[in-house]
């Protein structure tokens, strides 16, 4: 997931003052439209703040139409609002072909700096931490899994790769886990670096597997 993607996914919301009615402009829209305006204002905001730049086109059939349906209005009556919101109450800013609010951007772009810091601090905690749950459950030795995920940080992408490869091999030798090193301990002590050898048993396992018969025989008769 991508900076953009993860800050899109946390930027649904705004801030919005719990005394916002108490606002010169809109105590001045509301003596026009009633409690019914404060709902038409903020259905509105809380569209623009879904847009793309933040803004909505005025006059257009197709806008008109969803937002009046949300505002269960007339697109007739949503014009008028719009329009006296933009000229009347100075709720709204306009270059013509567009209208936002000065307020709402103000917040927004609070928001969207908060929300880019939060993301890339958590990317950065993530990426510290990659590849850390494909080790643990590989490692398959579930003890101090704080301290190692601590360690882990520390480590570099090569270490990571280094430490996560080795553990077959070193599964293999050592296939009873009560007798592993403790994750944190083999991460500690970078034991990717160390020789895998295998038990006593699996030696002795090997070496007979590769005996004939006639080898037993002189074995047993020695």
């Known amino acids: ?3 953009e993607q993860m800050a899109k996914t946390n930027s649904y919301w705004f801030t919005h003052d719990t005394d916002a009615w108490s606002d010169i402009n809109i105590e001045l829209m509301m003596s026009v439209y009633g409690s019914e305006g404060y709902g038409f204002y903020w259905i509105i905001i809380e569209t623009l703040s879904m847009e793309k730049n933040y803004k909505l ?3 257009n ?3 008109n139409a969803v937002l009046s349906r949300r505002m269960q209005t007339s697109p007739e009556r949503l014009s008028e609002f719009v329009d006296d919101c933009i000229n009347s109450f100075n709720l709204f800013n306009s270059d013509g072909s567009f209208f936002w609010s000065d307020s709402l951007n103000k917040r927004l772009s609070v928001r969207d700096k908060t929300v880019k810091i939060k993301t890339i601090n958590s990317m950065k905690r993530w990426g510290n931490l990659e590849r ?3 080790f643990w459950d590989a490692y398959d030795k579930k003890t101090s899994k704080e301290r190692c995920q601590s360690l882990w940080k520390k480590m570099s992408k090569e270490k990571k790769e280094k430490a996560i490869k080795y ?3 070193y599964k293999k030798a050592q296939p009873d886990k009560k007798y ?3 994750p944190d301990t083999y991460l500690r002590n970078e034991s ?4 895998i050898i295998n038990s006593s048993y699996q030696k002795e396992e090997k070496v007979y ?3 004939t018969k006639d080898d037993f025989d002189k074995m047993f008769k020695g």
């Open 167 to 169: 553990i077959e091999g």
């Open 209 to 211: 597997d590769n005996m």
């Open 61 to 63: 059939k197709g806008y």
């Open 132 to 134: 850390f749950e494909e």
């Open 1 to 3: 997931m991508t900076t």
């Open 192 to 195: 990717w670096n160390d020789e």
């Open 57 to 59: 086109p005025i006059d």
């Open 180 to 182: 592993r090193k403790n």
